[in-house]
């Protein structure tokens, strides 16, 4: 019976001995979760944005009128588009000087886009600017004077093209949501895709930016409602035949609506 309870009598003591290091366990257990959490779930969160869609991006603005910048290159088919959509809205705002044209052969169309390009734009009114700059030639891989940019450095030319042109709002901008953001169709982000490289080179896609006191909008790329195609195969005009429709009022009601839809914008971020 002794040797029984003299058993019993160090199981105990072993037993109180590590109880007594329980809240030291927990104790570092505590530590390494509060030193590793941060790591674990403070990835950072990248703004994304959505291919083809007028999309808000700030509630804050950065200009006290409208200001308007369009950036894309000469014979971009997505800028070619978009130049129409931003002709039919802005050209009661003042007066455009612009030179029709064509993209360059457009493989997803199977044909050149027709558009114009935005030379300069004269407000009637102050409450509104607009400016397009144009980072490339002909193609992505050329200045607009036809020298051709090394290979591998197509988005920092024409990022310090940006630079050099645009307000430190517009370029910081473009870090964020076009170099360093992430690139959505459909509402679905393609982890590890921006916008500068989403079609596998690294460049400077189009981009048309509105800001004005109550926000900021952002266009990537060419407006869902009114498409290359549609405009190519559909309208089957020359450039110089729309642009004279659309001065006189007859326009594609895909564009009509999509500028619309570019009007109304303007009008809540005045």
Not at 69 to 82: E, Q, V
């Amino acid at each position: 019976m002794a040797n029984k309870r003299g058993k019993r009598t160090g199981e105990k003591k072993e037993s109180t001995s590590f109880l007594a290091y329980i809240p030291f366990i927990v104790l570092v257990a505590v530590i390494i979760a509060f030193v590793t959490l941060p790591y674990i779930s403070s990835k950072p969160s990248l703004p994304v944005v959505e291919m083809n869609q007028f999309e808000k991006i700030s509630n804050h603005g950065f200009t006290n009128n409208v200001q308007i910048y369009f950036i894309t290159w000469y014979k971009s088919p997505d800028g070619a588009t978009d130049s129409w959509v931003i002709y039919t809205a802005l050209h009661h705002y003042g007066v455009f000087n612009v030179t029709p044209t064509y993209s360059i052969y457009d493989q997803f169309v199977g044909n050149a886009t027709p558009g114009l390009i935005l030379n300069s734009f004269t407000p009637n009114t102050s409450s509104i600017y607009f400016k397009a700059i144009y980072v490339y030639g002909d193609n992505y891989n050329e200045t607009i004077n036809g020298t051709v940019i090394p290979q591998g450095e197509y988005l920092n030319y024409a990022l310090a093209v940006i630079k050099a042109q645009a307000p430190s709002w517009v370029y910081n901008m473009i870090l964020k949501y076009i170099v360093n953001g992430v690139v959505a169709y459909g509402k679905e982000a393609v982890e590890g895709i921006s916008p500068a490289n989403y079609t596998g080179v690294t460049r400077m896609p189009t981009v048309l930016i509105i800001s004005g006191p109550k926000g900021v909008w952002l266009l990537l790329g060419y407006p869902e409602q009114f498409t290359p195609t549609y405009l190519t195969l559909a309208v089957k005009e020359t450039p110089t035949q729309l642009l004279e429709n659309i001065d006189e009022g007859k326009i594609p009601e895909p564009l009509n609506a999509t500028a619309s839809t570019l009007l109304q914008i303007i009008n809540m971020v005045s």
